[in-house]
């Protein structure tokens, strides 16, 4: 990832989801406030205005691959 560059890097919805669920289910304190602090930063800074939809189409081609 370091040798890409930034403007050329996305996030899909379901990635985002995932980092953002794993910070909203740890015990409340400050490890969760420090992970959520650091994938809003990520987040927005690395990937603002690149992130992918997990649509229909995703799904189907998901399934696809899965069944391949």
């Known amino acids: 990832m370091d040798e890409q560059p930034t ?4 996030v ?3 990635a985002e989801a995932a980092i953002r669920a794993g910070a909203a289910i740890l015990p409340e304190g400050a490890r969760r ?5 650091t994938a809003d930063r990520t987040l927005g800074f ?3 205005g690149r992130f992918l ?3 229909s ?4 081609a998901q399934a ?3 069944a391949a």
């Open 33 to 37: 406030r420090g992970l959520a602090d």
């Open 64 to 66: 696809d691959i899965f």
């Open 7 to 10: 403007q050329r890097l996305f």
């Open 53 to 55: 939809p997990f649509d």
């Open 12 to 14: 899909t919805a379901v």
């Open 46 to 48: 690395l990937f603002a």
């Open 57 to 60: 189409n995703a799904v189907r």
